[in-house]
Every structure is written in C-alpha cells, then in structure tokens.
Nanobody, 122 residues
Framework: QVQLVESGGALVQAGGSLRLSCVGSQIRPRSFGVGWHRQAPGKQREFVAHISSGGNILYADPVKGRFTISRDNAKDTVSLQMNSLEPDDTAVYYC????????????????WGQGTQVTVSS
C-alpha cells in the first residue's frame, strides 16, 4: 500500500526551481516527522531533508541554502522548495514519514511514497 503521494517533479534547466509536495493517502503527515530522500540512477538512496512534527528541520549538506522543507498542517502537506537546481539534483524524490534524527545520523520511517522524478538539464 502507498501511504504517501508525491507530486511536483519535472524537467527543469540548471538554476531553476521546483516545489515538491507530499500528502498522505493512508496516513496523516501532520502526525509524523517527514523527510525527503532521493535516488539517482545507479546510486543509493540518500537523505535530503527532514521536518519533525514539532517543526525542527534538518538538511543534507549538498542542499543546504538551496532547498527548504516546510509543512502545512492545515492541508496535511509537507513541501520541498528546491532552488538553484543543479544536474546532480537529478533523481527520484521520495517522501518518507516516521523518520527521525539520531545521534549517529538519520533513521528512515516506515511509510513511503512512490516517488516523483526530478530531472535537471545542464
């Protein structure tokens, strides 16, 4: 079962912007910490950003200063604003709920979406 649904992925030129959204289909994101992860072709999935249910935010170093994660509890939506996109940002972006920052890094949650494709052309 798909618990989360992502949208907003597209083809964009380098330097452009996109806004991804994550809504719940089987769960309510407002009740969870929600993270964005991405997987580029031939690479392992990697953490991008996380926002806790209380609003605490964490970013991966490659996206700091370019990406902004936010949540709208009234709409039960978590968004990822991506600015100054680079070709290395090309990946399938996944929404994940239930994860949390740990002492050693980040632990993914159990709830996932099917992903949305972001392609950045040079």
């Amino acid at each position: 079962q798909v618990q989360l649904v992502e949208s907003g992925g597209a083809l964009v030129q380098a330097g452009g912007s996109l806004r991804l959204s994550c809504v719940g289909s089987q769960i309510r994101p407002r009740s969870f910490g929600v993270g964005w992860h991405r997987q580029a072709p031939g690479k392992q999935r990697e953490f991008v950003a996380h926002i806790s249910s209380g609003g605490n935010i964490l970013y991966a170093d490659p996206v700091k200063g370019r990406f902004t994660i936010s949540r709208d509890n009234a709409k039960d939506t978590v968004s990822l604003q991506m600015n100054s996109l680079e070709p290395d940002d090309t990946a399938v972006y996944y929404c994940n709920a239930g994860g949390a920052k740990t002492n050693t890094g980040y632990k993914e949650g159990n709830y996932w979406g099917q992903g949305t494709q972001v392609t950045v052309s040079s």
